[in-house]
């Protein structure tokens, strides 16, 4: 049986292999001036570190998370039926999402003790879930992500959303073609109130609505909003926003984000039936699409002032992003972009015989010692099969070592575009054709 990738997923190459990596530069790019550090959590974590901190009533932890256990492990959770005798940390699973390890990372080496500066991170991961494969979305895909912990203020919020909205113009978005919504959720204070209100609303209409919702009414009613059911999005159309419902507190602080993007000349809409997958936000929420792409939200965020406390830790403010690449990938190609752009132009070393093969040896070395991408041949490949594969790979120049340009201390340099030659000192080849690429 011939091996296959897992249902899913997909090998990063070429072009998409260059665009992730190119997406990794410019989030170094836009992060860095704002203060932010890379950082790298384990793929696997405690189980723990996802339910406490995303939910147990999210689709994320009751449908989508992949489990990890050890094949003892395993098979005494066959053996038993369950995995309620493991301990803690024998129930492991897959990072389904960047905030939660994030949190998890900050509590457990107190990066934010009493009085010091905020933390500020961002990462650029594969994350697992599973879902139903489909067009941009993946079992395991890949996101950038930033998280800011002990910065309660607004102008946090605000300050992450100007710089999402920057990055995805540093991608390569004309962002006059993107959508950035915002809502809040409200807080303690008054999202329990809020949530029994869009409960009610839910059972009073029962008869309207989906199996599924009708579940989220006891669980995480807000959910009902994202439901594709035409039947329940009728319903839910005139269910109670979470703006109407807010504290002052909250509305307060959702006034001033507002102001800040204003200031900032930002673009938004106000959608208050926003209310993201996840059950740690609190207050600001914020969702990017990028209409006619045909691939839905390309990146969101918001506040979650009460993560810390779930993982463990002290109260603690927090707010962050994430912007899933697959996904931005294929919007930023449905307009007309190209994130992952051809490879830097390249030169082949060509030998004339097996005996100059040494020489070729140590013109590749000069080469790459200069910076020059090189292929040559390691196939004892004729001269002619040389230049057919230097055209296959797309060389832009090819390095001529024949017995005569040896003999003159010289190689003969040919454009492939244009198919001019020039005699090159062998001792000036690796800074001509730096020049001459450049």
Not at 230 to 251: F, G, I, N, Q, T
Not at 252 to 272: C, F, I, N, S, W
Request: hydrophobic share 40%; aromatic share 8%.
């Amino acid at each position: 049986m011939q091996a296959q990738k897992a249902e899913g997923t997909k090998d990063l190459m070429g072009r998409e292999m260059r665009a992730w990596q190119r997406m990794q530069e410019i989030a170094a790019e836009t992060f860095g001036p704002y203060g932010f550090s890379p950082v790298e959590t384990p793929a696997i974590e405690q189980l723990d570190v996802f339910v406490h901190g995303i939910g147990q009533s999210t689709d994320v932890v009751r449908k989508e998370m992949f489990r990890v256990f050890s094949g003892a492990n395993f098979a005494r959770v066959l053996e038993e039926g369950s995995d309620a005798a493991l301990k803690p940390k024998q129930r492991l699973a897959l990072r389904p999402e960047g905030t939660a390890g994030v949190v998890r990372a900050v509590v457990e080496n107190n990066l934010v003790p009493q009085g010091a500066a905020p933390f500020k991170g961002y990462y650029a991961e594969a994350m697992f879930r599973g879902e139903r494969p489909q067009k941009g979305r993946l079992r395991q895909f890949h996101q950038v992500g930033i998280e800011w912990l002990g910065a309660p203020d607004p102008a946090a919020d605000a300050e992450c959303i100007i710089m999402l909205m920057d990055f995805y113009r540093r991608l390569g978005f004309d962002v006059s073609k993107l959508r950035l919504l915002i809502n809040s959720m409200g807080d303690p204070t008054c999202r329990p109130a809020y949530r029994d209100l869009v409960r009610d609303f839910i059972l009073a209409h029962a008869d309207e609505m989906c199996d599924e919702c009708l579940e989220r009414a006891e669980i995480n009613p807000l959910r009902a909003f994202d439901c594709k059911n035409e039947s329940c999005r009728a319903v839910m159309a005139s269910a109670p926003l979470a703006p109407d419902h807010l504290c002052d507190e909250c509305a307060t602080h959702y006034d001033q984000v507002k102001r800040y993007l204003d200031e900032a000349g930002v673009a938004y809409v106000e959608d208050p039936t926003l209310v993201r997958g996840l059950d740690y936000y609190t207050r600001t929420v914020f969702e990017v699409e990028a209409p006619g792409a045909g691939v839905g939200s390309i990146g969101g965020g918001g506040r979650y002032d009460g993560l810390v406390e779930l993982e463990g830790g002290k109260p603690t403010a927090g707010v962050g992003f994430a912007v899933g690449f697959e996904r931005a990938l294929l919007a930023l190609e449905a307009f007309g972009g190209d994130l992952g752009s051809d490879e830097e132009p390249s030169v082949y070393v060509a030998n004339a015989g097996a005996e100059l093969r040494g020489e070729a040896f140590a013109v590749c070395r000069a080469l790459r010692g200069a910076g020059v991408r090189t292929e040559a041949d390691y196939q004892g490949r004729s001269l002619k099969s040389q230049f057919k594969q230097a055209d296959k790979l797309g060389s832009r120049l090819i390095v001529i070592i024949g017995e005569d340009e040896l003999a003159a201390g010289a190689v003969k340099v040919r454009d492939l575009g244009t198919h001019e030659e020039e005699l090159v000192p062998r001792a000036e080849v690796a800074a001509w054709v730096s020049t001459h690429l450049g």
